[in-house]
Each structure stands twice: as structure tokens, then as C-alpha cells.
């Protein structure tokens, strides 16, 4: 009799556990990968849709410029607002970071109570079985379980920091793309204009052959150079094409998705207020050995607080021959083998490696910002002797070109050479606003956004 009861006892123990342990637990349901239903929503992606209307709005509530009308043509304000939405890496670092936040979260957390059920066989023939059942909880008296949160939310604050990042990165990726694309479009008109000038020229030189006024060696150059300058054309056409392909990819968007682009080339970034104390209050790679070095600090008081034990406590029953005994357990683990050594001493090795990241980086920042600002002053001065000598000369020697040979004077080979030097100019007129632009675009990576990041925003 007492053996039956011993029996239901133990049997009804095991399973008000099983149905507490299901009850408690998640359930597996698979997602399959569609490839075929990406794909159709990615060539559906526009400039203007809902996702980007809704953030560009967002955004216009913190900034002057509340303008975001993708139908007049694409500027760059807007293409960097479409790259922070669609860019696909963006979409990936935003889900990475979200497992952190599932981290944090739960981190944290008491340990799940343990039930123990102890069966002992009796010696003798005939003897019943004792049983003793038990459940044990972990009291967290050692500040373990706070200092395990604390961690987590650091690795999330570290986490978040690092999306921002990625995002200022993808912003001057894009800026990069659009400066480059921007000169190549200029390039190109240039060579339709010059092309433009030097069709006409053509076709009268090669009349005034017809009647003696030039030789044919002469007339016969100014075809060599149209054709020079259609090879040019096409080249930088496939240059054009070749970027706007890049602008699309960063900003998300297929090959086939309506976009039309607004070229400029001009960041207008502010020179004087590129200083290290700036990059130390904006640079997102900076801010985020910074969380990295508190996430450090974080796990090394979770290591310290993990060499102070935790109590194992819990209720005790013992059934034995017809008599019941009631009680309580209770563990604590003593402090005087391990102590946890190990992963303090890891932990602090880890901090110091953060420190040094931190300081390393603002030192290679610190320089790469004085290259720069020396890059940027240099390109600022070419474009100013292009600007305001060489091109003013190029034009008049063109014009005195034109004149002569208007009069029908001999003016042929120089006004062949004045086309090719505008030409010339204007490639590098367009170069060097470029390279100040790119020299700039160099500066303000290293200095960091001047807005706020808005990640948690963004669809």
C-alpha cells in the first residue's frame, strides 16, 4: 500500500512537471527562404514609396528642409533618405542588432526552478522504495542577474551605435557615388557641347578646302578630332551608366526602377569647423568604442559579481516505509578554488584591449582628418587658378581663333588647338571640383553626421 502511494506520488510529481514544462516552452515554426518573392518585391522598390515617404517626413520634423519630391528628379538629400531605407546592408545590420535587443531583453532573468526526484532501493527483499522529491531555487544574492542586465542593455546601447555608423557610412558611400556620377554626367555634356561646336566646323573647313581657302591636311584635322571626341563620348556615357548603376545599388533599387537623377557637385562642408575636437564629439566610430569600452567595463563587474555565490534553497520531501518528512535544502557554493579567476582576469585583459581601440582609433582619425583638410585646401586652390586664369585665357584665345578665321584669315590649326585646350579645361575644371568635392565628402565621414541619428525610425 505504502509502496502504490509512494508510486503515485512520485508519478504525479513528474508530471505536474512535464505539463508546466510544456506549457512554459515555444514551439518550432519553420520559414522557408522565397527567393522568387524577394525578388519581386525588390523590382517593385521605387524612390516613392510608402516606407520612404513616411521617413523622409519623420526626418523634415527635425530639419529646415521639409522637401521630398522624388517626381521633379532625384537630388542628393533624397538619395542619401532612399539609400537609409532600402540599402540592403542596412536592412541586414538593423536585423543583427535586433538580436542583440532580444538579448537584452531577457538578459537578466532568475534560473528556472530544478526539481529533483530521488528513488532509493531498499536492501532488504520486500522492502518499499523511498521516495524523496525536491525543488530547488536560485536565489541571485550575489547582484549577478543586475549586472548581466546591465551588460546586455550596454551591448545594445554599442549595438544601436554601430547601426548608426553603417548608416553615416552608407550616406557617404552614396555621397562619393553621386559626386562621381555627377562629374561623369558633366563630362559628358561638356563633350556633346564641344562636339556641337566643332561639327559645324567640319563641314566649313571642308569647303573651304573645296575652294582653296585650306589646305586639306588642315580641314582633315578637324574631323580626326570629332571623331576623337565621339570615342571620348561614348567612353564617359559608359562611365555615366556604370555609376548610376552603383547610386542604384546603394539606394536599393533594381536596374529597371524608375529614377531620375539630379547631378550636382558641390558638399558644401564647413573647413573651419573640421577640428579634432569636432571629430571627438561626432565621429560614430569613435562613439562606438566608446559603448565598446563600456560593454568592456560591463563584463568585467558581471565576472566580479560572478565569484560571490548564489544560494540554492527549496522545499524537501522524503516518503519512507509509511512515514512522511518535510524540510528544506539549501546550497551555497564556496569561494576558495576558482573564485571565477579566469574570467575576471579575461575580462580585464578585454577592457584594456577596448581602451586601446578607442585611443588607437582617434589617433589614426586625428591624422586621416589634417590629410583631409589638406586635400580639400589643395583641390580648392586648383579649381581656383582653372576658374579664374586658364579658362578666362582658353575662352578669349578661342574667340581670337573664331575671328580669324571668320575673316578668312590663316586661324585653322589655332583655332583647332584653342578647341582642344577648352576641352582640356573644362576635364579639368570638372576634375578638380570633383576631387574638392570627393576631399570633402573625405572630411565630413571622419567628422560624423551633425544631425542626431534616427535609427529607430526606419522601417
Same mark, same amino acid.
Given at each position: 500500500?505504502?509502496?502504490?502511494?509512494?508510486?503515485?506520488?512520485?508519478?504525479?510529481?513528474?508530471?505536474?512537471?512535464?505539463?508546466?514544462?510544456?506549457?512554459g516552452c515555444q514551439t518550432y515554426e519553420p520559414k522557408p527562404l522565397d527567393l522568387e518573392a524577394h525578388r519581386d518585391a525588390w523590382l517593385r522598390q521605387t524612390p516613392s514609396d510608402e516606407p520612404v515617404r513616411r521617413f523622409a517626413a519623420g526626418l523634415s520634423q527635425d530639419s529646415a528642409d521639409s522637401s521630398f519630391d522624388p517626381s521633379n528628379g532625384l537630388t542628393l538629400g533624397e538619395a542619401e533618405v532612399v539609400a537609409l531605407v532600402l540599402n540592403p546592408s542596412l536592412r541586414l545590420a538593423r536585423l543583427q542588432a535586433g538580436v542583440t535587443a532580444a538579448a537584452a531583453k531577457f538578459a537578466g532573468l532568475w534560473d528556472d526552478p530544478q526539481l529533483?526526484?530521488?528513488?532509493?532501493?531498499?536492501?532488504?527483499?520486500?522492502?518499499?522504495?523511498?521516495?524523496?522529491?525536491?525543488?530547488?531555487?536560485?536565489?541571485?544574492?550575489?547582484?549577478?542577474?543586475?549586472?548581466?542586465?546591465?551588460?546586455?542593455?550596454?551591448?545594445?546601447?554599442?549595438?544601436?551605435?554601430?547601426?548608426?555608423?553603417?548608416?553615416?557610412?552608407?550616406?557617404?558611400?552614396?555621397?562619393?557615388?553621386?559626386?562621381?556620377?555627377?562629374?561623369?554626367?558633366?563630362?559628358?555634356?561638356?563633350?556633346?557641347?564641344?562636339?556641337?561646336?566643332?561639327?559645324?566646323?567640319?563641314?566649313?573647313?571642308?569647303?573651304?578646302?573645296?575652294?582653296?581657302?585650306?589646305?586639306?591636311?588642315?580641314?582633315?584635322?578637324?574631323?580626326?578630332?570629332?571623331?576623337?571626341?565621339?570615342?571620348?563620348?561614348?567612353?564617359?556615357?559608359?562611365?555615366?551608366?556604370?555609376?548610376?548603376?552603383?547610386?542604384?545599388?546603394?539606394?536599393?533599387?533594381?536596374?529597371?526602377?524608375?529614377?531620375?537623377?539630379?547631378?550636382?557637385?558641390?558638399?558644401?562642408?564647413?573647413?573651419?569647423?573640421?577640428?579634432?575636437?569636432?571629430?571627438?564629439?561626432?565621429?560614430?566610430?569613435?562613439?562606438?568604442?566608446?559603448?565598446?569600452?563600456?560593454?568592456?567595463?560591463?563584463?568585467?563587474?558581471?565576472?566580479?559579481?560572478?565569484?560571490?555565490?548564489?544560494?540554492?534553497?527549496?522545499?524537501?520531501?522524503?516518503?519512507?516505509?509509511?512515514?512522511?518528512?518535510?524540510?528544506?535544502?539549501?546550497?551555497?557554493?564556496?569561494?576558495?578554488?576558482?573564485?571565477?579567476?579566469?574570467?575576471?582576469?579575461?575580462?580585464?585583459?578585454?577592457?584594456?584591449?577596448?581602451?586601446?581601440?578607442?585611443?588607437?582609433?582617434?589617433?589614426?582619425?586625428?591624422?586621416?582628418?589634417?590629410?583631409?583638410?589638406?586635400?580639400?585646401?589643395?583641390?580648392?586652390?586648383?579649381?581656383?587658378?582653372?576658374?579664374?586664369?586658364?579658362?578666362?585665357?582658353?575662352?578669349? %584665345?578661342?574667340?581670337?581663333?573664331?575671328?580669324?578665321?571668320?575673316?578668312?584669315?590663316?586661324?585653322?590649326?589655332?583655332?583647332?588647338?584653342?578647341?582642344?585646350?577648352?576641352?582640356?579645361? %573644362?576635364?579639368?575644371?570638372?576634375?578638380?571640383?570633383?576631387?574638392?568635392?570627393?576631399?570633402?565628402?573625405?572630411?565630413?565621414?571622419?567628422?560624423?553626421?551633425?544631425?542626431?541619428?534616427?535609427?529607430?525610425?526606419?522601417?
Amino acid at each position: 500500500m505504502t509502496r502504490g502511494i509512494q508510486g503515485k506520488i512520485g508519478g504525479c510529481a513528474l508530471g505536474v512537471t512535464a505539463t508546466i514544462v510544456v506549457s512554459g516552452c515555444q514551439t518550432y515554426e519553420p520559414k522557408p527562404l522565397d527567393l522568387e518573392a524577394h525578388r519581386d518585391a525588390w523590382l517593385r522598390q521605387t524612390p516613392s514609396d510608402e516606407p520612404v515617404r513616411r521617413f523622409a517626413a519623420g526626418l523634415s520634423q527635425d530639419s529646415a528642409d521639409s522637401s521630398f519630391d522624388p517626381s521633379n528628379g532625384l537630388t542628393l538629400g533624397e538619395a542619401e533618405v532612399v539609400a537609409l531605407v532600402l540599402n540592403p546592408s542596412l536592412r541586414l545590420a538593423r536585423l543583427q542588432a535586433g538580436v542583440t535587443a532580444a538579448a537584452a531583453k531577457f538578459a537578466g532573468l532568475w534560473d528556472d526552478p530544478q526539481l529533483a526526484i530521488d528513488f532509493l532501493s531498499g536492501s532488504g527483499s520486500g522492502d518499499p522504495f523511498p521516495v524523496t522529491p525536491g525543488l530547488a531555487f536560485t536565489i541571485p544574492v550575489s547582484g549577478r542577474l543586475e549586472a548581466a542586465k546591465a551588460e546586455a542593455d550596454a551591448a545594445l546601447a554599442a549595438a544601436l551605435t554601430g547601426v548608426a555608423e553603417q548608416e553615416w557610412t552608407v550616406r557617404i558611400e552614396v555621397r562619393r557615388a553621386w559626386y562621381r556620377w555627377s562629374a561623369a554626367r558633366l563630362m559628358v555634356q561638356q563633350t556633346e557641347a564641344l562636339l556641337a561646336w566643332i561639327e559645324p566646323l567640319v563641314t566649313s573647313t571642308a569647303a573651304m578646302t573645296q575652294v582653296g581657302e585650306m589646305v586639306r591636311t588642315e580641314s582633315a584635322l578637324f574631323a580626326i578630332e570629332r571623331a576623337s571626341q565621339q570615342v571620348a563620348l561614348r567612353r564617359e556615357q559608359g562611365d555615366a551608366e556604370e555609376l548610376e548603376q552603383e547610386l542604384r545599388t546603394l539606394m536599393g533599387l533594381s536596374p529597371g526602377a524608375p529614377l531620375e537623377l539630379v547631378p550636382s557637385l558641390s558638399s558644401g562642408i564647413d573647413v573651419d569647423g573640421a577640428t579634432p575636437d569636432a571629430m571627438a564629439g561626432g565621429n560614430l566610430e569613435l562613439e562606438r568604442l566608446r559603448d565598446q569600452y563600456i560593454v568592456a567595463e560591463r563584463a568585467l563587474a558581471l565576472e566580479i559579481r560572478k565569484q560571490y555565490p548564489d544560494v540554492t534553497i527549496g522545499p524537501l520531501l522524503e516518503f519512507d516505509r509509511g512515514d512522511s518528512l518535510a524540510g528544506f535544502s539549501i546550497a551555497l557554493p564556496i569561494p576558495i578554488l576558482n573564485a571565477n579567476q579566469q574570467g575576471i582576469a579575461q575580462a580585464n585583459a578585454a577592457r584594456e584591449v577596448a581602451r586601446a581601440a578607442f585611443e588607437s582609433a582617434f589617433t589614426r582619425l586625428a591624422g586621416e582628418l589634417e590629410v583631409a583638410l589638406v586635400r580639400t585646401r589643395s583641390q580648392h586652390a586648383q579649381r581656383e587658378v582653372i576658374e579664374g586664369t586658364i579658362a578666362p585665357l582658353v575662352d578669349a %584665345q578661342l574667340a581670337d581663333a573664331r575671328a580669324l578665321l571668320s575673316l578668312g584669315e590663316s586661324g585653322g590649326l589655332i583655332l583647332l588647338e584653342s578647341l582642344t585646350r577648352v576641352a582640356e579645361t %573644362q576635364m579639368s575644371l570638372v576634375d578638380a571640383r570633383l576631387g574638392e568635392s570627393l576631399a570633402e565628402v573625405d572630411m565630413a565621414s571622419i567628422i560624423g553626421p551633425q544631425e542626431p541619428p534616427r535609427t529607430e525610425s526606419i522601417p
